[in-house]
Structure formats: structure tokens, C-alpha cells
């Protein structure tokens, strides 16, 4: 399990030595676990659902930050996002939102499900951020539970 999350990180690693994460949208905060236990990164988790950080604190023994990402002042040298964007009433609000969080001369990540951001975004701006190809519980014919 977790065999994308690391692929991810993998890539991560290639790129800058030991970046500062930051995870918008972290869920159930298994990709911020393993970028700090197996990874060794500096890495936070923001999340708005009390439900999900609950579990994160219980399960992997993580604090995710439990507010908008307004309230983040810091800068990170890594901002991601996974199957968040098509959820956002304003995806690109959120992605200059996120961009801003970045250091200079860093990079961000997202993982949109196509099923559901073709409807929001334009397919130019969709695939600007990706690390790689999707791949979502969310398809046509198929919704997850927030579409």
C-alpha cells in the first residue's frame, strides 16, 4: 500500500534534497506519514475535515493543520494536492492560493480526476501541475462521494 504516495516522494527526493511539504487537502494524512517516517521530509498536512484529522492523529500519530489555507504564512519548497481541485467551487483561486506558499524557484503537484475537473478547468491549466497520470475512485459513470 502507498506504492504512488512513494513514487511521489521518490520524485520528490530527485529534485531537492530534503524539501519542506506542505499536503493541501491531506485526507486521512498517509502521504504526509510517509513523507516524514520514510522520507525523513519536513512535511505538514492541511485538511478541513475534523474527521480525517482525527484519524490521521489516531492512526499515524499526526497533527494536520485543521484550517483554510488562508491562515498558512510559511513558504514550502514542495506544495501538493491530490484529488482536491475538482471538489473546489474555484480551482484556480486555490492553485494561485497554493502557488503563493511556494518558495521561490518551487514546485507544486496535483492529481485532479479528470471525470470531474474537465467541468471546471480548462484541459490547459489542468495538466500544469500534474506529476503524473491520474488515477482516482472518481470516473465516469462512477462518482466518488463528493461529485
Same mark, same amino acid.
Given at each position: 500500500?502507498?506504492?504512488?504516495?512513494?513514487?511521489?516522494?521518490?520524485?520528490?527526493?530527485?529534485?531537492?534534497?530534503?524539501?519542506?511539504? +506542505?499536503?493541501?487537502? &491531506?485526507?486521512?494524512?498517509? $502521504?504526509?506519514?510517509?513523507?516524514?517516517?520514510?522520507?525523513? @521530509? #519536513? *512535511? !505538514?498536512? +492541511?485538511?478541513?475535515? &475534523?474527521?480525517?484529522?482525527? $484519524?490521521?492523529?489516531?492512526?499515524?500519530?499526526?497533527?494536520? @493543520? #485543521? *484550517? !483554510?489555507?488562508?491562515?498558512?504564512?510559511?513558504?514550502?519548497?514542495?506544495?501538493?494536492?491530490?484529488?482536491?481541485?475538482?471538489?473546489?467551487?474555484?480551482?484556480?483561486?486555490?492553485?494561485?492560493?497554493?502557488?503563493?506558499?511556494?518558495?521561490?524557484?518551487?514546485?507544486?503537484?496535483?492529481?485532479?480526476?479528470?471525470?470531474?475537473?474537465?467541468?471546471?478547468?480548462?484541459?490547459?491549466?489542468?495538466?500544469?501541475?500534474?506529476?503524473?497520470?491520474?488515477?482516482?475512485?472518481?470516473?465516469?459513470?462512477?462518482?466518488?462521494?463528493?461529485?
Amino acid at each position: 500500500m502507498g506504492f504512488r504516495w512513494r513514487y511521489i516522494l521518490r520524485t520528490l527526493q530527485r529534485h531537492t534534497a530534503v524539501p519542506k511539504l +506542505l499536503d493541501v487537502g &491531506a485526507g486521512n494524512g498517509y $502521504f504526509v506519514y510517509l513523507a516524514r517516517a520514510e522520507f525523513g @521530509l #519536513r *512535511a !505538514d498536512g +492541511l485538511e478541513i475535515s &475534523a474527521a480525517e484529522a482525527d $484519524f490521521a492523529r489516531d492512526t499515524f500519530g499526526i497533527e494536520l @493543520l #485543521r *484550517a !483554510d489555507l488562508s491562515i498558512v504564512t510559511e513558504k514550502y519548497d514542495v506544495v501538493t494536492s491530490f484529488n482536491v481541485l475538482e471538489h473546489v467551487k474555484q480551482p484556480t483561486t486555490l492553485l494561485t492560493e497554493m502557488s503563493e506558499r511556494l518558495a521561490p524557484g518551487d514546485a507544486g503537484a496535483d492529481d485532479p480526476n479528470p471525470s470531474c475537473i474537465h467541468r471546471r478547468l480548462p484541459a490547459s491549466t489542468a495538466g500544469t501541475w500534474s506529476v503524473r497520470p491520474t488515477t482516482s475512485t472518481c470516473s465516469p459513470g462512477r462518482r466518488c462521494r463528493r461529485c
